[in-house]
């Protein structure tokens, strides 16, 4: 099936769009969304160095419809989502959100309810648009490059006037493979310096649910969830987190979720591989205590 990709240019973002598009065609086309040069090899590459979603839309259109690109993959991001729902209304195309995951015969999953229930779709109307949720697919080994062509000029109905980015102290969430992740449960923004020594030592980071985050103890960057940040770590501590279906949505493909929480019956024990039923301030520390030991 004719496939589009649409992402900016990031090498994991794309590689994971091009796992997914092996499921429809085996080398698809692209539109590469801001500077740079386009990894790996794509059939056809074209290229838009504005980032802005609504100024994209109508060039996106005309060129869907003019090659006859049958489904159209963005990722579920702030563009992806931005794009796929003017883009969806303009081509009058069925748009799924959120898949994570793709079945033969047009099938797609996403998830319903926080997390709760994964609902099942067929499509049959093409073109069809999907955002796909991020970590979700494994990103593709992207060799070489493609020359683009550029595409637009594109009419600007919005002018990005500034971009500021997130002062990230040491490493991303995204890409730490140790995540210690606070919640209401921890009590105050002072004590989430505990959970960071903790990561300190994995050379992981700081994650929160959004119980913490609506407290104002950590910032909105570092949620985790449905509406926060999604995470695939090695080992996430979950401490003083209760494990609310849309906090589970963010660690779907956590490999081993370690909990700490007093209340035996928090749900997030029957997300771990690991629970301690404790109050985290004793536990904590004497984890730490170890780790110094062992180090
Ligand atoms: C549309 C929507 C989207 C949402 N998106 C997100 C999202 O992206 N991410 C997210 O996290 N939430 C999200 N939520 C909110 C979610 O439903 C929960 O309200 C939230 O996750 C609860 O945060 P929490 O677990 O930190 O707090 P609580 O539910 O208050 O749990 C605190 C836990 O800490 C434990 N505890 C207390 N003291 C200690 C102690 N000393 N030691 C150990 N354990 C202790 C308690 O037993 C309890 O289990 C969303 C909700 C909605 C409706």
């Not at 490493?171 to 449960?185: K, Q």
Request: charged share 25%; net charge negative.
């Amino acid at each position: 099936m004719k496939t589009l990709i649409i992402e900016i240019i990031e090498p994991k973002r794309l590689g994971e769009l091009v796992t997914v598009s092996r499921e429809f065609c085996e080398k698809p086309d692209i539109v590469a969304v801001g500077a740079g040069q386009i990894p790996g090899s794509f059939a056809k590459a074209y290229q838009v160095e504005d980032t802005v979603a609504s100024n994209l839309v109508s060039d996106l259109a005309s060129l869907i419809l003019k090659e006859g690109y049958e489904i159209v993959l963005l990722s579920a991001s702030t563009l992806g989502s931005g794009i796929a729902a003017p883009l969806s209304i303009k081509l009058s195309a069925p748009v799924v959100s959120e898949v994570i995951g793709i079945k033969p015969e047009l099938v797609v999953e996403r998830p319903l309810y926080g997390g709760k229930a994964v609902a099942t779709y067929k499509l049959k109307k093409m073109p069809a648009v999907l955002t796909i949720r991020r970590k979700y697919f494994e990103s593709a080994d992207l060799q070489g490059f493609t020359e683009p062509t550029l595409l637009g000029p594109g009419g600007k109905k919005v002018e990005l006037i500034a971009e500021t980015e997130e002062k990230a102290e040491g490493i991303p969430l995204e890409d730490a493979e140790v995540i210690v992740s606070g919640g209401r449960g921890v009590g105050s923004a002072e004590n989430f310096s505990m959970l960071q020594n903790m990561a300190d030592f994995f050379n992981g980071a700081v994650g929160a649910s959004r119980g913490a985050v609506d407290e104002g103890w950590v910032p909105p960057t570092q949620q985790v969830g449905q509406t926060g940040k999604i995470v695939a770590p090695s080992v996430y501590f979950a401490v003083g987190i209760s494990g609310a279906s849309q906090h589970l949505a963010g660690i779907a493909n956590a490999k081993c979720v370690v909990a700490i929480n007093k209340d035996e019956d928090a749900n997030i024990f029957k997300r771990a591989r690991f629970g301690v039923v404790s109050d985290y301030k004793k536990i904590v520390p004497v984890l730490i205590e170890t780790l110094k030991e062992e180090a």
